[in-house]
């Protein structure tokens, strides 16, 4: 075997189905993508067993580069040694455990030097505490902090900090079974569907993971954002309009950027007690950018109407939007 | 715990392969009413077929003389093995996959007059590649940035720095293309070999790539 995979020669049937199947999943992945570009997607793979055998490959393939993501920042093809800050854990389950653990322990391990703070769905509130730090809770999050307050717990949801710094005595959070330290801080953390986000938005925090998971903390800088999801941790650099997106919720309102329907619809749904159904995986794919107020479910249907000519639906609790 | 035995998460769901007969036996149940949707024939497929592929391989670079008729017999297992699959779920991915390859080769012999019997090389001993001790799943599960890390690096440059463009950097085709100061079709032709060449280097020819950290 050479070190440089070659390319594919192309003369065989095989070999043919692959380059069809390759060239379905690039534009789909890297493209634009329409209904009709769906459409014709489905009917190739529905047309022979050979083509869905192709797909599926090169699919899994390429879902598998997902997480190189974490390699973001090391510099395109240089061989990649720069800042790598990737850990994988020895236990994959842990994560979902742990989690699943916070939020029981708030019900039933609540100790009495405890404060416990919750906002319902939909629901934002800010907390002032006593060294003068604030907490901004966005929707469906639930809090405990220490009678000292410079420890808090985040159960579920999403808050937003801004942190009286103290060397002496340094502010922590517990997350999903991860500790993060302010040294002096404006940060963001997000503990919602298995996956923890540490966003920093100003000065510097400290993160530390379960056990074995890393040999050292990790020291986030402004616009780094730490990305704890199943067994795996990594960092993503986010410009300041990102981070101003993510933040958008402190003032009641969603950001979509390039977001697929499925995803938007989930955002919604963290926000709201009427529940967005996609009912069609073509539907779900379809992407959206744009700014809505996050109770305002309206807007968005309306906006599958007009400009993508889908149908909405209101079935009780439910809004069903579909083809 | 199987929680993390995911489809969406190449990665992780090796690790959920460290028994193959388990999910196997999970899946078994499956095959037994209407048999599989779409999306269960795929999961079925990457979850349990996929990762025996290096080891398929060896074995038709072994029993087959033609080496340019091997991406081809690949394709030909995969698709009697999901064929099959479609009506009832095999006990033992591993077991069927190779004895699929098996029976096709000996098909081949058979129906292509023109190759001599000798191309399959002694059938009985075939079997012994079913047992062949399977790639070590967790070390490749904590080794899979690693290992997705060397499989790019060993995509042709220009190809490489396209697909890091689109996959790390999350630019689309056309950024792309004005980034690297290239054709839009220049970077359709490195994305495609791009992906094609991965699934080779992740799937089909892992050896290598586990054994140097």
């Given at each position: 075997m050479s070190d440089v995979a070659e390319y594919p020669a192309p003369a065989s049937g095989a070999m043919a189905t692959e380059a069809e199947a390759a060239s379905w999943l690039r534009r789909r992945n890297f493209w634009d993508w329409s209904q009709a570009d769906q459409v014709a997607l489905d009917a190739w793979l529905e047309a022979a067993l050979e083509h869905r055998v192709a797909y599926w490959r090169l699919k899994a393939a390429l879902e598998r580069t997902e997480r190189l993501g974490a390699l973001r920042g090391a510099g395109a093809g240089q061989g990649a040694r720069g800042r790598l800050w990737i850990v994988l854990a020895r236990v994959a389950a842990g994560f979902a455990a742990v989690a699943a653990l916070g939020v029981a322990s708030a019900f039933?391990?609540?100790?009495?030097?405890q404060t416990i703070y919750a906002t319902a769905v939909g629901g934002h509130k800010t907390i002032h505490l006593s060294d003068g730090s604030e907490v901004e809770l966005n929707t469906a999050t639930v809090v405990r902090v220490a009678a000292g307050a410079r420890e808090l717990w985040l159960d579920k949801g999403e808050a937003y900090f801004r942190i009286k710094h103290d060397a002496a005595r340094p502010f922590t959070v517990m997350v999903a079974g991860h500790r993060v330290t302010d040294l002096g801080t404006k940060f963001l953390i997000r503990n919602v569907s298995d996956r923890l986000e540490v966003a920093l938005i100003e000065g510097r925090v400290q993160l530390d993971t379960p056990d074995?998971?890393?040999r050292e903390p990790l020291l986030l800088a402004p616009g780094d954002v730490a990305v704890a999801r199943r067994n795996i941790l990594y960092v993503e650099k986010k410009s300041d309009k990102a981070l101003a997106s993510a933040t958008a919720w402190r003032h009641g309102i969603v950001v979509f950027n390039n977001t697929t329907l499925a995803d938007a619809a989930s955002e919604f749904n963290r926000y709201n007690a009427r529940k967005i159904v996609i009912a069609d995986p073509a539907t779900a794919q379809l992407t959206i950018d744009g700014k809505f107020r996050s109770n305002d479910i309206e807007d968005f249907t309306h906006l599958a109407q007009t400009v993508f000519a889908l149908q909405v639906r209101t079935q009780r609790n439910q809004i069903v939007i579909s083809r | 715990m199987k929680s993390y035995c995911d489809p969406s998460n190449g990665g992780t769901l090796a690790e959920g392969m460290?028994?193959?007969?388990e999910p196997t036996r999970e899946n078994a149940g499956l095959g037994q009413d209407a048999g599989m949707t779409a999306s269960e024939a795929e999961l079925w497929f990457v979850r349990e077929v996929l990762p025996l592929e290096s080891a398929l391989m060896q074995f038709l670079q072994h029993n087959w003389r033609n080496q340019s008729d091997i991406a081809d017999l690949r394709q030909e297992v995969y698709v009697r093995v999901c064929e099959a699959a479609q009506t009832q779920i095999p006990d033992s991915a591993k077991a069927f996959v190779f004895r699929t390859a098996r029976n096709l080769l000996v098909d081949r012999v058979r129906r292509e007059h023109v190759v001599p019997i000798e191309a399959v090389s002694d059938l009985d001993a075939l079997d012994v590649a079913i047992d062949?001790?399977?790639?070590?799943r967790s070390a490749i599960a904590r080794d899979e940035l690693r290992r997705l890390q060397a499989a790019l690096d060993r995509l042709p440059p220009r190809c490489r720095e396209a697909f890091v463009l689109g996959r790390i950097e999350g630019l689309a085709g056309r950024e792309i293309a004005t980034r690297m100061g290239i054709s839009e079709a220049a970077v359709s032709m490195h994305i495609d070999n791009g992906i094609r060449a991965l699934a080779n280097i992740l799937y089909g020819d892992p050896a290598d790539l586990r054994r140097k950290p």
């Open positions: 039933y391990l609540l100790q009495p030097e074995g998971r890393m | 460290t028994e193959t007969s062949m001790p399977g790639p070590d």
